[in-house]
């Protein structure tokens, strides 16, 4: 068995000998689906990312840093420092993505010491109260939930403050990597000290570029989807630039700790230093990526680490940058360790044989990895074990488990005693709450657990794409036996009002619906055709995801719910036409008495 790290747990931030106004600021910036070789200075010639480039020459480039496979469980564990297995992230969609919220973020750590605390971006841990950023530790939130966005030119956002009652419609003008830049710098131009977590959602799917940096990569002879990614790419490092100067300017920027890394592994098979792997594979390039740390009162211009080093590693070493001792529990094990002894040379307090360990999925069978200094043992899935050794054969090209049986044993013993270890809690269904902190939740149909119709030869219900992802819907709903059904928990009992977000064509208008929860019932009828017409996308390829639709609003009535974890279903009681209707989401609104 693995001995813990020696910062074993972390609840709240305990009396400390520095004050926050000698604390420095944080800038935590994450890209969306960045691979390692998507940085100049990591031998792409294709792109030009100067300012990235100059982040890492003055201060630490951590050359063998490992996160997850795919979004949602990297940011788990960059946000508290364990496993994302630990927290209950288990997934990308349909609630697996949602974070505990018993976890303990970097947000809520620094909060407890005084610090502003901003989320800009992508959050992807969960998409209602208290799972939201406002419930994790952020006072200001200006982004979206899910796992991407589908409009990147004037996107409506979401924007949350310490008093929202719900999340705030809020319209932008321009492209989102901009505004996201631009609350960013209003965030840190005022007093800190301050946490600013900005997390971009570029250069994920769908591909929206500017034109400027599409016609420049075009003009390179790249493909549409290359010169998407490499145009989204060079945005984002002129966007950093941006806040790195105006930091500069204001006087602030070596009183700041600013890191940037990336998700997982790069969307497409492109330039990544020959490693094995792209996003979603346990292989080295799905999982290694860029990260750089600057902060000149602790760590040197040009310090280059070498040791593997990882996403869990974050919260202990802002922790220690802090001063920030943490009170320790038992229920609260912290997986990463405090990166400073690398960054600062003293290497006698780091110890060679750390494993960090990848997982695919909750279950042993569904595969994993391994990564020690020397070696990479890897499960891809169903298939047999693998054994690299990656200081003679970085690029994976001979799978040496059959001359290694020992090690790939010990390995593997070793991944098999992790898996169980975090999987312990269980992966329950977490429920969304009504009645806590916000008066309006909404149940998005991607997250609607579709029940087929037990006794026909064909679902009778489906999700509008194969996978069911952000921004998906309730579709193909032929069958008045099949239904969708939400995991709710009513805190605050009372009066709810329903409103239905849907489509339906005119020939099968009448659809008559069954609302339920905790036994109570609202029957509604559906009088209306609705059309939901697509909204016209700038893509510059075809997308894998759902399209944007401007969908209609249905009031179905209000019901009186009491306390307790439930199920809210829509059932179908008739259909006079094809289908029963296409649903994106049902809005909840507490009702004052």
Same mark, same amino acid.
């Given at each position: ?53 100059? !982040? ?20 788990? @564990? ?49 998409? %209602? ?34 008093? @929202?009652?719900?999340? #705030?419609?809020? +319209?932008?003008?321009?492209?989102? @990597? ?7 710098? #209003?965030?840190?131009? *005022? &007093? ?13 799917? &769908? ?31 002129? %966007? ?12 602030? !920027? ?9 998700? %997982?592994? +790069? ?16 292989? #080295? ?21 070498? $040791? ?65 200094? /020397? ?27 059959? #001359?290694? &049986? ?9 991944? !098999? ?19 806590? %902190? ?8 991607? $997250? ?9 030869? *064909? ?33 605050? +009992? ?45 893509? *510059? ?7 944007? /639709? ?37 809005? !909840? ?5």
């Amino acid at each position: 068995m693995r001995t813990l790290p020696p910062l074993a747990c972390l609840l709240i931030v305990a009396a400390c000998s520095t004050s926050a106004a000698q604390r420095p600021n944080i800038l935590l910036i994450l890209t969306d689906d960045q691979g390692w070789g998507d940085v100049h200075s990591h031998g792409n010639d294709v792109l030009a990312t100067p300012h990235l480039d100059r !982040l890492a020459k003055e201060g630490a480039r951590l050359e063998r840093f490992y996160v997850c496979k795919l979004c949602a469980p990297t940011r788990a @564990s960059l946000l508290t420092g364990r496993y994302h297995l630990r927290t209950g992230v288990h997934g990308v969609t349909r609630a697996a993505e949602t974070m505990r919220v018993s976890e303990v973020t970097i947000a809520e750590l620094l909060k407890g010491a005084g610090y502003r605390t901003g989320c800009f971006g992508k959050w992807h841990n969960g998409a %209602n109260w208290p799972h939201h950023p406002s419930g994790q530790g952020f006072d200001e939130f200006l982004g979206f939930c899910g796992g991407h966005w589908n409009l990147y030119f004037d996107p409506v956002l979401q924007r949350t403050r310490p008093d @929202s009652t719900g999340p #705030e419609p809020t +319209p932008r003008t321009g492209y989102i @990597s901009d505004t996201l830049t631009d609350a960013a710098l #209003e965030f840190t131009a *005022r &007093p800190g000290p301050w946490f600013c977590y900005l997390a971009y959602n570029a250069p994920h799917s &769908p591909f929206q570029v500017p034109d400027a940096e599409f016609a420049r990569h075009k003009a390179r002879g790249l493909s549409d989807e290359l010169a998407s990614i490499y145009g989204m790419c060079e945005n984002l490092d002129a %966007n950093i630039g941006r806040l790195l100067g105006a930091l500069r300017e204001a006087g602030t !920027l070596d009183s700041t700790v600013v890191i940037f890394l990336t998700d %997982n592994g +790069p969307n497409s098979d492109r330039f990544n230093g020959h490693m094995k792997g792209r996003k979603g594979s346990p292989h #080295e390039g799905g999982v290694r990526t860029a990260c750089f740390m600057r902060y000149p009162p602790r760590i040197a211009a040009g310090t280059v680490v070498e $040791e593997i080093a990882a996403h869990i590693d974050m919260l202990p070493t802002l922790a220690e940058l802090c001063d920030l001792p943490a009170r320790a529990a038992a229920s609260r094990l912290i997986d990463g360790r405090s990166l400073m002894p690398l960054m600062t040379k003293q290497q006698t307090a780091w110890r060679d044989e750390r494993m960090i360990f990848t997982d695919l999925g909750t279950a042993a069978g569904q595969g994993g990895a391994v990564r020690t200094s /020397r070696w990479r043992a890897v499960k891809p899935g169903a298939g047999p074990w693998e054994l690299y050794d990656m200081r003679a054969d970085p690029d994976q090209k001979q799978n040496l488990a059959a #001359e290694q &049986p020992a090690e790939l044993s010990r390995l593997q013993a070793a991944w !098999l005693a992790h898996h169980k270890e975090v999987t312990s809690s269980g992966f329950d269904l977490l429920p969304t709450q009504l009645g806590g %902190n916000w008066t309006l939740v909404t149940l998005p149909g991607h $997250e609607a657990l579709l029940q087929p119709d037990p006794a026909g030869t *064909r679902p009778g219900i489906s999700y509008f794409g194969k996978s069911g992802w952000a921004n998906d819907w309730v579709a193909n709903w032929t069958s008045t036996a099949a239904f969708p059904r939400w995991e709710i928990d009513v805190l605050a +009992p009372g009066r709810y009002e329903v409103t239905l977000h849907y489509a339906l064509p005119e020939a099968d208008v009448g659809a008559c619906l069954s609302i339920s929860a905790a036994g109570q019932i609202i029957e509604t009828t559906l009088t209306k055709a609705e059309d939901a017409p697509l909204v016209p996308m700038p893509d *510059r390829i075809g997308r894998k995801e759902a399209p944007e /639709r401007r969908w209609g609003r249905h009031l179905c009535g209000t019901f009186t719910l009491p306390a307790g974890k439930t199920t809210l279903d829509i059932r179908a009681l008739s259909k006079p036409g094809s289908q029963v209707g296409e649903i994106k989401a049902v809005e !909840l609104r507490r009702l004052s008495d």
